[in-house]
């Protein structure tokens, strides 16, 4: 015992708290060299075996991770997508109300915004007194049709009727110079007759061989005859004329039936086409009236669809024209996401496939399906799209839109907005 531990047990008996005195540095510096060797190969074999645990667990959290990681292909190029439909009014107008604000949620048919409608109005009625107008014109134009039809079959029928009896007196006069004909020849033959019969008593009467009552009888009747033939050559010559007067009515009431033949058709069609003509002006009235009641009707700009409002740019009064956007409407009801994977990742995406999709604003996950893959990669649908063919070639890993439809009914979809940034997981294996 050191003089140390004598002081400190002498301090004991005396009934004092004994304090713990340190040991001589020096002291056991014998014993500690002894020590110091095994303390370091101990130290050295813990360094061991913890790098061994460590690269072990290294490596069974690798080999596992990438066991996991093969089964998934992943992207934070993506976004959410959804159709944003930009409002516009179909006709000009001064706006007398706007119904909604900004980010306002409407339903379909939702009044957005309303046009004053005084000259709609206006055009409406100018459009029903145009059709007035038109259906009279129809009605007075209508019933000549019938009309002319009438009077077409009964010139015609009078017309037949005229050719029957022109025929029938051509035939007549025909008859009539044919009997005068064979009353001429009968008074020729009785003209020659009594012109012998003459000439036979003037040779009697010089011989005195019959009375003179008989000569001036025989002249008598030879000139009675003669005159008889003279007379029935003119009334042959009238009757002839008479056949060529009654052919020449004949030849016009037969030109005559065939222009009634001819142009009665033609002016039933023309009575029909002005008909028709009547009929189209009052379909384009009515059309114009049907226009007008649109335009009326467009007068109120309403939302074709679920949404929510943005980029408003009218107020009351402004005046606005067709196909002025006026608003947007982004239909929130109807989300997919957009992921722009690598080409490189696209060996084992398919349709089908399930995928869960991270979105950074709501820190929650949502699932949904691979629904189809895009047509061409990104850069092909830019506006101004590469062309590798000319200049120096440098190959970049392109990217290609894969569209994946969420899961309906999980809770947190509402909240979700087009443009929203995504990171997509889609389980491959």
Do not use: C
């Not at 014109?137 to 019938?146: C, F, G, K, V, Y």
């Amino acid at each position: 015992m050191n003089a140390h531990q004598e002081v400190a047990a002498s301090n004991a008996g005396a009934g004092a708290r004994v304090l713990p005195m340190p040991e001589h540095p020096l002291a056991d510096a014998p014993e500690r060299s002894k020590r110091a060797p095994a303390a370091k190969h101990a130290r050295a074999q813990r360094t061991r075996l913890l790098a061994l645990l460590a690269g072990a667990v290294l490596i069974t959290g690798s080999v596992g991770y990438w066991l996991y990681a093969r089964q998934f292909e992943d992207t934070d190029d993506a976004q959410i997508d959804g159709n944003i439909y930009n409002v516009s009014p179909r006709i000009a107008g001064t706006l007398k109300s706007v119904l909604v604000v900004e980010n306002q949620r409407v339903n379909a048919g939702d009044l957005l915004a309303e046009m004053d409608p005084a000259d709609l109005d206006v055009a409406v009625a100018q459009a029903k007194a145009a059709v007035a107008q038109a259906e009279a014109q129809l009605r007075a134009e209508d019933p000549t049709i019938s009309i002319t039809a009438a009077s077409n079959e009964a010139a015609l029928a009078s017309s037949t009727s005229d050719l029957a009896s022109a025929r029938a007196s051509v035939a007549e006069a025909r008859k009539s110079v044919e009997q005068i004909t064979a009353q001429l020849a009968q008074g020729e033959a009785n003209d020659k007759t009594a012109q012998i019969e003459r000439e036979r008593a003037e040779r009697l009467i010089k011989d005195q061989a019959i009375a003179r009552s008989e000569y001036d009888q025989r002249n008598n009747a030879a000139a009675a005859s003669a005159a008889n033939v003279e007379a029935l050559r003119h009334t042959l010559e009238a009757a002839q004329e008479r056949v060529a007067a009654q052919q020449a009515r004949l030849g016009m009431t037969a030109s005559r039936l065939s222009e009634v033949r001819t142009n009665a058709p033609r002016q039933l069609e023309t009575r029909r086409a002005a008909v028709t003509v009547r009929q189209a002006a009052l379909d384009l009235a009515r059309a114009q009236l049907a226009q007008a009641q649109l335009n009326l009707g467009y007068a109120k700009i309403t939302a074709s669809a679920s949404g929510v409002v943005g980029k408003k740019a009218i107020n009351i009064g402004d005046r606005v024209a067709p196909g002025q956007q006026v608003l947007a409407i982004a239909q929130i009801g109807d989300l997919w996401v957009t992921a722009n994977f690598r080409e490189t990742q696209l060996r084992r995406i398919r349709p089908a496939q399930r995928a869960g999709v991270y979105v950074d604003a709501l820190a929650t996950t949502f699932h949904g399906t691979v629904e189809s893959l895009g047509g061409a990669t990104g850069s092909r649908f830019s506006v101004l799209p590469p062309e590798n063919a000319t200049g120096n070639y440098v190959k970049v890993v392109q990217r290609i839109p894969v569209r994946i439809k969420l899961d309906p009914g999980q809770a947190g979809l509402d909240r979700l907005r087009p443009g929203m940034s995504v990171e997509p997981t889609v389980r491959v294996r």
